[in-house]
């Protein structure tokens, strides 16, 4: 069986002279950060610290934006039924969300409709387009899925639903025939983010008609909560607009205006007040996303609606219940997964495993382990007697989606990023599918040496940890994915004391000295196996944080990897 690969830690600590005196006004452990994030001018650092959208990022720029707002504008004004059809993931959920507010403050007669997951699957379907032509709707709008949907278009136009597309995900060689699609990866679209979420196309959808009929400014920032649970849990990269939307959000989250999400937070354990974009990924995003891998995503929907303290406060406690259910299935998903992964081969590239007791709603989640653990391509799929229902997970060096683009005639329906995507594919085909797919991967990504890399920021002692220079790293805010939160390598650390932390020992707590005496605590995820194993001098990678516990604020070092001193 393949063991997890050891990290390649890269350091990249070289700051040129012009860097230096451009940057000369901050820290200088901040100063290599911000440099070996591309920014290397005052105005650039200026410009990234602000979190500053790039120019051009106006509603009326993404292409197809007219049409899409003449059609609702006159459905507004003549009461016509819209429907706002979205995804049951947090990203498809808090855009439907967005939506369906927007368009209820310009009196608009509006529903949403999130699919199941079970009954239904991803996406636009026929029989649901169906239904809501027979209920009276006249427009549906989609969030967060149809770029795909060719036949499902084709059926609304022939039963008379006008149907607006909004959706971020990768288009394939034929666009729908909608009265709008609104996609910035569209050829030809001038849009200059070309990475924004679901929930944020819905939002500049929202922002052109708000505009339109003379709303005030205001208005849209309303909704900037929103923007920020979906778009840093969909994991789009946080950077140019993305990183504004989210930054706006944050501050937004931190008021706590809206009940939903303050009683998500109060179920989380969390302080409203210091909400990061951590929390959201680790916290707050994966409890949205549990209703709808475990069964109807209609609770985290309802939500973010409600105004009602008492209803908020029944829907959060539902969701979080249903995450850690949703946390017992993904481990055992996972374990039985590896099992089939490394029955016939011990060293595969592409590591795959389908079982019909597979929960089609947390396949995703244990590729996404698979994929962390051994840095590797992965699949996990539910298989039925008719149909399997996969997800992927990839590693920067193989672009999933472009691969599944070699297996679309083989694939019933499919779609995703680069790093994640999901597909249905017929039973019998399965075998053809994952040969052909295993031959891609060979081909691509065979001879490469596999291993994830930690790119470093600077090498410091533990003495200059301080509160003044976490301060100043809060600059970087919101990191995550694309924008990586700050890097550090320490050499020759004192390991004070170690011990194992957590439910299942899973995680490593430790305290650590330099030569100067100076301590830190420290945490390590998912490291626990290693308490005390450690010697005494260790070299480690780690963030340096803030955490928050009973009420008291300390600093610790979040560990991402650790190994005996080297010569020490």
């Given at each position: ?171 394939g060689s034929v666009i729908p025939q909608a009265v709008a699609v609104i996609n910035p990866k569209l050829p030809g679209d001038i849009y200059p983010e ?28 309303d909704f900037l909560d929103l923007v920020a649970l979906g778009t840093v849990t969909d994991l789009v990269p946080l950077l140019g607009e993305n990183r ?99 029955a016939t081969n011990p060293d595969p590239l592409l590591l795959f495993a389908a079982d019909p007791d597979f929960n089609p709603g947390v396949v995703g ?204």
């Open positions: 069986m393949i063991q997890p690969p050891q990290k390649r830690w890269l350091i990249a600590d070289r700051l040129p002279e012009h860097a230096e005196r451009a940057l000369q006004q901050y820290h200088p452990i901040l100063r290599q950060v911000l440099y070996n994030r591309g920014v290397s001018t005052a105005a650039a650092a200026q410009q990234y610290i602000l979190a500053a959208p790039p120019e051009g990022c106006e509603p009326d720029n993404l292409s197809n934006m007219a049409p899409a707002v003449e059609r609702i504008v006159y459905a507004i004004q003549h009461q016509q039924p819209i429907a706002v059809y979205g995804d049951y993931d947090a990203d498809g959920v808090t855009a439907s969300a967005l939506l369906v507010q927007a368009l209820q403050r310009l009196n608009a007669t509006v529903r949403g409709y999130i699919p199941d997951r079970f009954s239904e699957g991803y996406g636009l379907n026929i029989e649901a387009l169906t239904a809501l032509q027979q209920e009276g709707v006249q427009v549906v709008i989609t969030v967060d899925c149809g770029i795909r949907s060719i036949q499902e278009a084709e059926h609304a136009r022939a039963i008379g639903l006008d149907l607006i597309i909004t959706d971020h995900h990768h288009p070309k990475n924004l979420a679901g929930v944020g196309l819905a939002y500049k959808l929202a922002e052109a008609l708000f505009r339109q009929t003379g709303q005030p400014d205001t208005w849209i920032s504004a939307l989210v930054r706006a959000g944050l501050e937004r989250i931190h008021q706590a205006q809206r009940q939903g999400i303050l009683s998500l937070i109060g179920v989380s354990g969390l302080n409203p007040k210091t909400i990061t974009a951590g929390d959201i990924a680790f916290m707050l995003g994966p409890r949205l996303n549990a209703a709808g891998r475990l069964e109807s995503a209609l609770a985290a929907f309802n939500l973010l609606l409600t105004p009602d303290v008492a209803d908020a406060a029944r829907y959060a406690q539902q969701l979080n219940n249903q995450n850690s259910e949703r946390q017992r299935i993904t481990r055992e998903i996972q374990a039985r997964a590896e099992q089939l992964v490394f989640l244990a590729a996404s382990r698979l994929t962390d653990q051994y840095y590797r391509p992965a699949i996990v799929a539910s298989q039925g007697a008719e149909f399997t229902r996969g997800s992927c997970r990839s590693i920067p060096e193989f672009h999933i989606t472009a691969a599944l683009d070699q297996c679309a005639d083989l694939l019933h329906h499919y779609g995703g990023h680069a790093a994640a995507a999901g597909f249905t594919v017929s039973t019998p085909l399965l075998p053809a599918f994952i040969e052909r797919l295993q031959q891609i991967v060979a081909s691509q990504i065979g001879a490469l040496d596999l291993r994830p890399v930690l790119e470093i920021d600077a090498a410091v002692e533990l003495t200059d940890l301080r509160a003044g220079l976490l301060n100043d790293l809060g600059l970087l805010q919101p990191t995550g994915m694309g924008n990586r939160p700050a890097l550090f390598f320490s050499r020759g650390a004192l390991v004070k004391s170690q011990r194992a932390i957590g439910k299942d020992n899973s995680h490593l707590k430790l305290v650590l000295a330099d030569a100067q005496r100076v301590s830190h605590d420290a945490i390590a995820f998912r490291l626990g196996h290693l308490a005390g194993g450690l010697p005494n001098r260790v070299d480690l990678v780690f963030a340096f944080e803030r955490n928050e516990y009973n009420g008291q604020a300390y600093l610790q070092l979040n560990v991402r990897d650790i190994r005996p001193s080297a010569g020490l």
